[in-house]
């Protein structure tokens, strides 16, 4: 009897290719959908971007080795609405936008659930390093993978309850090299493929790509330290950064950086590598995989991919929005970045940073 029907989010990389070898394996009817996202100039020229044309061509490739349907599905006018337009418009509001948060989101769960539906498929699987946990009350929980290096956990905070049901990560109980050698035993083609890279849109500088989409110019305006006196003059205030000290083009004793964005007055504020510290961080449009919480809690939260995570207070000011208040102040904090909360391995959902502050020295960031 035939297992359940799932599609395959198919990159063309080794871990969605051993993924639904081992979907395959396990007795599932598996269909592999590649996306068409975005065949700019970054990504012809890009052999690590998702991207590419090459990673079509791989991708089809595979399903072929492995002998499971392939199609290509052309996502290029959503990626463009709901990932291109977001990551331009947040750098011109001062914020720092993570765009494979939105792209997961939006695209990967769900216009890819909506296409699986279309195929009569069950479930939709991908390459990610997560685990989905089924707990004793039978319900899905999100997890930390056992490849703690790869953990993608972080990026797929968004993705709504009722879709994560749905979801296989495949790859959960695996670590990267395992995925390798599971891929040469198979004689795949992308066993020794490098990674992708996380933004797979841009070459190299963001801000090569703010200007070619057009809508972003060069707007001088000035730098000022956090007493308001004139430092100098600055391109505008999306080719900044919060945390950024190269490019400033300011000398002094000590190292300037970037500690707020004012787009209203078209200011950007630098301080020291102490004026980075915050231990208060509200955060916004926040996506609940528990029952949202109506008192504080005790968390671990991650305030960005590479963060280590830190303890917090959550304290809750309405079903999507709340406060995290730092025991300890973390550096850089910025908003548009994304904070995610766990408990254990345990995702317990995240949202958009806003502002960030610092109780000390009444140092006030807003977004």
Known sequence: MAG????????????????????????????????????????????????SLDEALDARLICERLEIPFYVLDFQEDFQSNVINYFVNEYALGRTPNPCVMCNRKVKSELLLKKADELDCEFLATG?????????????ELHRPRDRKKD????????????????????????????????????????????????????????QFLKAQNRITENPGNFINLDGKVLG?????PFYTIGQRRGLGIS??????????????????????ENLLFN?????EINWLIEPPKDPREVMVQLRYSHRGCEA????????????????S?????????????????????????????????????A
């Open 252 to 273: 002094d004793r000590t190292p300037w950086y970037v500690v707020a964005i004012n787009v209203d007055e078209n200011q950007v504020v630098l301080g020291k590598r």
């Open 152 to 207: 993608q956990t972080y990026f797929l905070h968004g993705i709504p309850y009722y879709q994560l049901q749905r979801l296989i990560f495949p790859l959960q109980d695996h670590i990267k090299s395992e995925v390798r050698l599971i891929a040469e035993k198979l004689k795949l083609d992308s066993a020794s493929k490098p990674d992708s890279q996380e933004i797979c849109f841009i070459d190299e500088d963001y801000r």
């Open 313 to 328: 207070i959550l304290t809750p000011l309405a079903a999507d929005q709340a406060i995290l208040h730092l025991p300890h």
């Open 330 to 366: 973390e550096r850089a904090v910025t908003a548009g970045q994304a904070a995610v909360f766990y408990k254990g391995d345990r995702v317990l959902g995240g949202g958009w940073i806003e502002s960030c502050s610092n109780e000390e020295t009444s140092i006030d960031i807003p």
């Open 128 to 140: 990610h390093y997560a685990k989905i946990v089924k707990n004793d009350s039978g319900k899905i």
């Open 4 to 51: 359940p029907r799932v599609a395959m989010a198919m990159s063309g990389g080794v871990d969605s290719s051993v993924a639904a070898a081992l979907l395959k394996e396990e007795g599932y009817q598996v269909i592999g959908l590649h996306l068409k996202l975005y065949q700019g100039p970054e990504a012809k020229k890009r052999l690590k971007s998702c991207c």
């Open 280 to 284: 208060e961080v509200q955060v916004k």
């Open 233 to 237: 003059k600055h391109r505008g205030v």
